[in-house]
């Protein structure tokens, strides 16, 4: 049995994961939770799972000290935004599997997080995307890779040109074909910013070049991503989109827990497409690997600029198409530092302040 914290257990991801540890209690047990604002849920949840209330805590702060202080063979970040950095450099340290949703902490961490590994498989990926290429890349060695490629559904805008972009409504933003996710997560899948973040993430997990990973849309979402070895040979991840098996792989890697959902059924016809992603109406994918190449705090500001965007686009402040003008006029004024904690936060309060001015700006 594996006794697991659950990092940002009111959100999706969390509740989800408590859905898989209520299924299979003869696989794990929670011995720590920690949440944002929603108090009554978060209690429920403890009640539920046996955890005493000494802890759970609320706040990414009292998440990481959370994870310092409590003994788990697996901890799952599902907190949303740069502010779980703090947990997953305290879930490294601590010698416990990281099964990591909150990709945006290894994002801005970059070389602090890779460095801060105990051994090469303590980070689990639970994004679907990243868990399909964690399996796929079981199929052959490093060194027979010849390259990533992530699926993008292409979210609610697919096939429309940068033209009829410019007076996107923040609800048609939201309205995702396939995902329920929250405000920002919706929003840059919109952009597909989320999938240029996927795109870094991919790289710092598997440590495989920016100009070897490709973005192919497949609006189905049933493969969730593959990998193209050196033989010509391409081996896919294919699912129902269903979160709860990332997630439930995430915190049992390497092994699959039993009928966590059901397969495809291929008793049934199916069609599934890809299409190749029109960079002139959705540029923060090739924006990003510029943003990864470069490393150090870029990232980190990408994020952090990205994060002022959608908040402006949403209070009626910015345009839809403007969300990505904004991350590149902050991503080329800034100056790298040498990275550590304190670098990072300093790169994105900056990041965050500079956006701020770019869209009170183009607001006028």
Known sequence: MREVIILGSTGSIGTQALDVVSRNPELFRVVGLAAGTNRELAMAQAKDHGVPAERVVFGAADAAKLVGDVSADVVLNGITGSVGLAPTLAALRSGATLALANKESLIVGGELVTRAKQRPDQIVPVDSEHSALAQALLAGTSAEVASL????????????????????????????????????????????????????????????????????????????????????????????????????????????????????????????????????????????????????????????????AVFAFHRGELAFVSITDVITEVVEAHEPQTMSLDAVLDAERHAREHADRVIARMAK
């Open 149 to 308: 490629v992530v699926t993008a559904s292409g979210g609610p805008f697919r096939g429309r040109d940068r033209q009829s972009l410019l007076e996107v409504t923040p609800a048609e933003a939201l309205a995702h074909p396939t995902w329920d996710m929250g405000l920002v997560v919706t929003t840059n899948s919109a952009t597909l910013v989320n999938k240029g973040l996927e795109v870094i993430e991919a790289h710092l997990l598997f440590d495989i070049p920016f100009d070897r990973i490709q973005v192919t849309v497949h609006p189905q979402s049933v493969v969730h991503s593959m990998v193209e070895f050196i033989d010509g040979s391409t081996i896919a991840q294919c699912s129902p989109p269903d979160m709860r098996l990332p997630i439930a792989l995430g915190m049992n890697w390497p092994h699959r827990v039993p009928g966590v959902i059901p397969g495809v059924d291929w008793s049934k016809a199916h069609t599934w497409t890809f299409e190749p992603l029109d960079n002139d109406a959705f540029p923060a994918v090739e924006l990003a690997k510029s943003v990864g190449t470069r490393g150090a705090t870029f990232p980190a500001v990408f994020n952090a600029a990205n994060e002022q």
